[in-house]
């Protein structure tokens, strides 16, 4: 059945009631690049009014919590860290707290600074990353500079634009330990920026899946790994929570996976037709909205 | 049924009389590294000899025909420019006469000198590659200065150990224009060297295809298309010619896919399982042998 389009205050004020947790897709339903959506910030604002909880749900990587709150707060949505909820945060609890990544072990980074900032949080040991040995390579390639360091337990890859062959075959040479875990922040194969697409995170670390023909383990959206994250971080209720986002395949499916209910807001990348046309995409939302701005007409009230 | 495995010099005698074109694949074949396999270049020799055409045939895209007979005299192996047949070549054979590549327009490379050499035997128009402005890259990216061209009418892309998110952005941006093609010269995941296994052409120019959302063409083994750029380019008559690798998925699937009569040969990648085990995989040579080099003892007699 297709999902009912929100329209009226009536609606919003139902729906805004049924809610104690707004979990919130950024680019695309907050701001497009460096614009923000018009009636957002009102929203944002009275709904913290309102005492919701508002957590901030990105696959961006290369962020810290810490300069997630700084990039959201120069668009002017007063956010706090304990409100920022990124793929490399999600990624270093995961490290931690599930997988209790032993503490004589190193994670291999293959990402920036934001990835380690936060593994630091967590108190993990890590190497690759920012060093200026492996962003400093220049062919021709010594192969027999690549030798497995028995202490990385684990490879983690999130956006890395300093990818060179260096850092792929120092990788897959640590994978080559069956015990070493693969581990995405998670596989968007675009990253938009500029009202263009540029290769993401997803399609950065492909190489290592595909030369080491790992089975990766993938934190971000649309997986559970990063719901689970955020539910046992925030002690939310599920049952009083709201998915909201811009993409039916990551945004979307992310909510259905883990039976939270969904928005889909319009004006993003998904297309009217995706959601009513004829053949309408299986990843199905509960509720769909033209924009999260429109929600402020309540505050207006 | 499982193939015949030869072992007598009788044998060995009525599988040369029954072939006029030897299709040799390389490494794991002549040579594993930089060890030549005992017996090879007598058997070359012989082959020569006796009429025989020879011609190596290899998915190593960064070196030119005239980089590859180098390398292979350097084994011993007197080989002539006409009888080696790269994936780099394949390719630039392929833009040139059966896409018959526009004068007017130019091929991205993602690879390196060889491929540029041999587009250059070709007469085909080309842009990046070894070019020193997009080899070097430092982060942070400046997102605006990718700008698709639209002069660049195909993506080619081959081993690039100078791989940097420029290239892979630049590469992206040529191919948002539907008239601009996605050619590799290869998918091979790894390159075998030093005994160990690195990222390889397949696994580098990845992210340009999982970025792009393109499906690629693809030259190099097993693709029909490298056999129909050798077979075009040699008037071989294609009942009296056989492929020897040692690579099943690659090699034999190669001579397969083309009705191509196939020798396996072991000591390879290919363990003896895969071919008189209980669950052998689906692509099944004609024949198998030990190694390459025991037709030698024909030579001997």
Same mark, same amino acid.
């Given at each position: ?93 995961? %490290? ?22 936060? @593994? ?10 920012? !060093? ?30 300093? +990818? ?17 875990? @693969? ?64 993409? @039916?395949?990551?945004? +979307?499916?992310?909510? @259905? ?5 969904? %928005? ?29 701005? !429109? ?7």
């Amino acid at each position: 059945m297709a999902p009912a389009f929100l329209k009226t205050t009536e609606e919003y004020k139902a729906l805004i009631d049924s809610v104690d947790t707004f979990l919130l897709d950024c680019d695309g339903v907050l701001y497009h690049g460096p614009v923000v959506v018009d009636g957002v910030k009102a929203v944002l604002s009275m709904l913290r009014k309102a005492g919701k909880k508002i957590i901030f749900v990105t696959n961006n990587a290369t962020k810290s919590r810490r300069r997630l709150k700084e990039t959201f707060n120069g668009l002017g949505f007063d956010a706090t860290i304990e409100e920022c909820f990124g793929s490399a945060y999600a990624s270093a609890v995961y %490290l931690s707290e599930v997988l209790k990544f032993p503490k004589d072990k190193k994670v291999y980074v293959f990402g920036e600074e934001g990835l380690e900032e936060e @593994l630091d949080e967590c108190g993990i040991a890590h190497c690759g990353g920012s !060093d200026s040995e492996d962003r400093h390579f220049q062919p021709p390639i010594d192969w027999t500079a690549f030798k497995p360091d028995p202490s990385v337990g684990a490879v983690l890859c999130g956006f890395d634009s300093w +990818i060179n062959y260096k850092k792929l075959a120092k990788a897959q040479t640590y994978l080559k330990n069956p015990e070493c875990k @693969l581990i995405l922040t998670n596989t968007d194969p675009t990253y938009p920026t500029n009202g263009d697409l540029f290769p993401g995170s997803g399609s950065l670390s492909i190489p290592i899946v595909n030369a080491s023909k790992r089975q990766p383990l993938v934190i971000g959206k649309p997986n559970k790994i990063m719901m689970d994250a955020i539910l046992a971080h925030h002690h939310i209720d599920p049952s009083r929570a709201l998915m909201v986002g811009d993409n @039916l395949l990551t945004d +979307i499916e992310f909510g @259905l996976k883990s039976k939270i209910r969904t %928005l889909l807001v319009m004006g993003g990348v998904t297309k009217y037709e995706q959601v009513y046309g004829d053949q309408p995409s299986p990843a199905v939302p509960d509720l769909v909205i033209n924009s999260f701005g !429109d929600l402020a007409s309540l505050a207006v009230e």
